[in-house]
């Protein structure tokens, strides 16, 4: 929209001769402009629902849609943005120093699964040391629950958890709550469906990524479809930080790489706007060349998870010793990394999606966030939520609902642990109604456990980490200053530290 009843029409379709738009019913052809770009300026309202045509055969949403009400197969509506950031509240924010983020999936957070139903734990969040809530992906995509990584309109929040209207007025309660919102952005590949979007022009290139093929960013147009996506929620919507999915597969031999321009543009927005990127372990491209302000660290969790469990299987097979713990709390990024007990995926990729529990929780939660990295905790965490969080889907399209339960089983079909056992099938209602959060539930101890650690963290908060290891009876000690932090990962008790417990000295 551009004013109270006028909008223009722009779309990138240099695979197309001719590109009009039908508005409710009728249609008006576009403008071609340099470099496959097509507009039009018309008088139209908010709430008008509209489709592009290519060529005069069959109408596709808008790629770059804000809202489709209706899911991916339906049209794209008019939104007028303005309104949104003009009344919205603005978080005080302290950068990296005092982050501490909360990850949450909208669709299980609550029994209502949307962005309105967040609003009533705000409060207990901040209260509990909370300082910003990361919200996984929240584009479009087909279905009506997932997790959001295979996304089609990315523009458009989803409107089974209310769309963009409702997603602002999150953003504006956290922000009076003194919360700050990330949100989690995919731009290394498209979801099921996505021949809509390749319609229009060549979004996919020759690399291919574990979900498939990756986007082409050698494209302009495709390169300006991420940027100006990161640039709407920052602009638009009032979001304080975007968490990059999965670097390592976004693929750009330009001399300004895609995710460095798109950085630098959020930041003309909003200086104070966090770039944080998930990458492979050992890729330190994203803060040491993108200028992204922090990135994942897999490292840490790893070691903690396989001390606290025994596993040594899939990502924990180099993991086990208290050497590889103290390298991951030494390391000089600092704050520029973020660490986790448990995530999304750490949970969610395993067979069951189970989480860690009671003492063993306790001491990982020690660990992570005593630690000098910028801490993550996952959703339901903080009071030992009892359900799991397991890996969903609801693809529309049944062969492809089809390949992704058979995936799935295959995936974990020679680990010897799961020998026997029925693998939770994504596509079932009760597999996405099971990792429901059920806060009523949770030990208020865990809870008061969390805030404890918490507060303990701001304390010792910029202070040097040496570490001192005893391999042989694996305990793990940190001083942080003049505090002594104190860790131990075995079944007995060693020099008045007990077992399974991490403890202040």
């Known amino acids: 929209m551009i004013g109270p009843r006028t909008a223009e029409f722009r779309v990138w379709a240099p695979n197309s001769r001719h590109v009009a738009v039908e508005i409710d019913d009728e249609r008006y052809g576009l403008d071609q402009e340099a470099d496959g770009m097509f507009a039009v300026t018309l008088e139209a309202v908010p709430g008008a629902r509209y489709r592009y045509v290519l060529d005069g055969d069959g109408s596709l949403p808008d790629p770059c849609s ?28 302290s950068g990296l120093a005092e982050l501490v983020i909360y990850e949450l999936h909208v669709g299980t957070f609550s029994q209502a699964g949307t962005f309105e139903a967040i609003l009533a734990r705000l409060g207990a969040l901040r209260e509990l040391g909370i300082r910003a809530i990361e919200l996984m992906p929240i584009g479009t995509f087909p279905g009506q629950r997932g997790w959001g990584y295979d996304g089609l309109y990315s523009s458009a929040p989803h409107p089974v958890y209310g769309g963009p209207d409702k997603l602002a007025q999150l953003v504006d309660a956290a922000h009076r709550a003194d919360l700050g919102v990330i949100l989690d952005v995919v731009y290394n590949h498209l979801g099921p469906g996505s021949e809509a979007l390749t319609a229009f022009g060549p979004y996919l290139g020759p690399q291919a990524t574990f979900w498939g093929q990756a986007l082409d960013y050698s494209q302009v147009g495709v390169r300006e479809w991420a940027i100006q996506n990161a640039e709407l929620w920052v602009r638009d919507f009032g979001i304080d930080g975007l968490r990059l999915d999965a670097t390592h597969a976004v693929f750009d031999d330009s001399r300004v790489h895609v995710l460095a321009e798109l950085a630098d543009r959020v930041r003309t927005l909003n200086p104070d706007v966090l770039v944080i990127s998930e ?5 330190l491209r994203p803060i040491e060349e993108w200028g992204h302000d922090a990135q994942w660290a897999d490292e840490l969790h790893h070691a903690v998870h396989a001390l606290v469990t025994g596993e040594h299987d899939g990502y924990y097979a180099n993991y086990g010793s208290t050497e590889e713990l103290a390298w991951a709390l030494e390391r000089p990024e600092g704050e520029r990394l973020v660490v986790c007990a ?18 063993k929780l306790r001491l990982a939660a020690f660990c992570v966030l005593l630690s000098s990295g910028t801490p993550l905790i996952f959703m339901g965490e903080e009071y030992d939520e009892p359900h799991p969080f397991q890996f969903f889907a609801d693809h529309t399209d049944r062969a492809i609902a089809a390949a992704t339960t058979e995936g799935r089983r295959k995936e974990f079909a020679s680990f010897a642990a799961f020998s026997g056992k029925e693998i939770p099938d994504p596509g079932e209602l009760s597999t996405f109604l099971r990792s429901k959060l059920d806060p009523a539930s949770g030990d208020l101890e865990m809870r008061e456990y969390y805030r404890y650690l918490l507060e303990l963290r701001g304390r010792l908060r910029g202070l040097p980490v040496e570490v001192r290891l005893d391999e042989d009876h694996r305990v793990v000690r940190v001083l942080r200053g003049t505090t002594e932090l104190a860790m131990n990962f075995s079944d007995r008790e060693v020099e008045g530290i007990p077992p399974w417990t991490g403890v202040v000295l």
């Not at 804000?66 to 924010?93: F, K």
């Not at 990458?279 to 890729?283: I, K, S, V």
């Open 279 to 283: 990458a492979a372990p050992g890729d």
């Open 66 to 93: 804000y809202a489709q009400p209706d899911g991916v197969s339906g049209a794209s509506e008019l939104i007028d943005v303005t309104r949104y950031s003009g009344s919205m509240a603005v978080w005080d924010t």
């Open 342 to 359: 448990q995530n999304h995926d750490q949970i969610g990729n395993r067979a069951f999606g189970d989480r860690l529990h009671g003492a």
